[in-house]
């Protein structure tokens, strides 16, 4: 099961990053200008953050498998339209249900991570979509030099996406026995039985009531400093670099190095899970983060700044998933799915609006505000986490207490275990 899930990420950030590779090739063949790939962007952006705020109510409907299976099913057609569109128009056309695809499993699969496994689990699983995204650049290099071109880079994608839904609609049996018993993680009877009655004795509430719960909107506006936060550090800090005096192929170089050091750190945060809390792991990645901006804005020797902009992935690594992992723990199991698909939304609102809105800054001023303006959104998401903490401690301590005691009962029972299994040696040494 836990392959499965693995795949499925894997899956979900293929088709992400190779539209930006591969434009270059695309607007010279579609005969487009260049800009219009932030309206194909915009398209792809609407259509998830439409499809994150539908996706709870699909969600009672057909289960978590199912949806999953429809949705990469759904990518997969618009990776096949995209590589035969013979005009922008029909691009715009496939990138509708790109967009929608998208949407759906991001929330499906995030919530199933956080109600179902544990947090190591949900960091290596955001490391997965990294091992996706950084595939599907290689996918389109590989196409370029077997004379495919970009189209045969979207084939490819389409191919790989087929397979992980042939083996999604395999395991479907697997995924309803473990949303039925609790999880895929080692969860007791306890927890099987907790889960159950909040999932059957908390109704599911419609959009408008969901933002009325405590801390809800503070959720929203989280997610959207975060994305601010790390969709400004991958789009301007090539930019920054070459104002700064680096060559244009060195800041790209430095770009691929944030995302493998957002990877890595999600690795390593994994490990780090095993022993402390989400809550612990949001505040260390947020200093982190507040730490490489303070560097970034001092006067240092140039071989410093790509350091900072690595740090600024690392720290930025443990936040994205110990904020998806805890809204269990914030606004209880059953509303879980509507949280992350409010969460979700205001993710993609974050990287649509602010981004271009300091492009604007930096057409204006300079670009070298552009530390200034990450310490903003740094500053402003610690902010929000802090009054979200507040106004959900009641529930979080409940939550993190309750987890300790089942660990606790977790590692009693494994020791009876490895008693019985010593007993059984002796006997049969006897």
Partial sequence: MLIVIYVAFIGLGLPDTILGAAWPLMQQDLNTPISAAGILSIIVSIGTIISSLLTPKFLRILG???????SIALTAIASIGYGFADSFNILCLWAIP????????????NNFAAVYLESKHTNWLHASWGIGATLGPSLLSFSIMTSNGWRGAYEMVAILLAIIFTMILISLP???KQEANGGVSGATNLETATHDSKANNSAQLSFREALRVPGMKLSFFTFFFYSALEIST??????????CGFKPEVGAMVVSLM??????GRIISGFFAIKFTDHRLIYAGIFIVAA????LSLPLPLWMLPVCICLLGLGCAPVYPSLIHATPARFGEALSSRAISIQLAGSYVGSIIMPPAFGLVATKFSVHLWPISLSIFVGLLLLCVLLLDFVTHRKLNK????ERV??????VSMESVKRERLKRKRKKKR
């Fill in 399 to 402: 939550s993190y207490a309750r």
């Fill in 234 to 243: 991958s789009l301007w800090c090539g930019t920054y670099l070459t104002a």
């Fill in 259 to 264: 995302f493998a050091s957002v990877m890595i």
């Fill in 292 to 295: 490489g901006c303070l560097v």
């Fill in 64 to 70: 978590t498998g199912k949806l999953v299976a429809y």
């Fill in 406 to 411: 089942l660990d606790i009962l977790h590692e």
């Fill in 98 to 109: 790109m967009g929608i695809g998208a949407g759906a499993v991001d929330v499906a699969m």
């Fill in 174 to 176: 697997l995924w309803k």
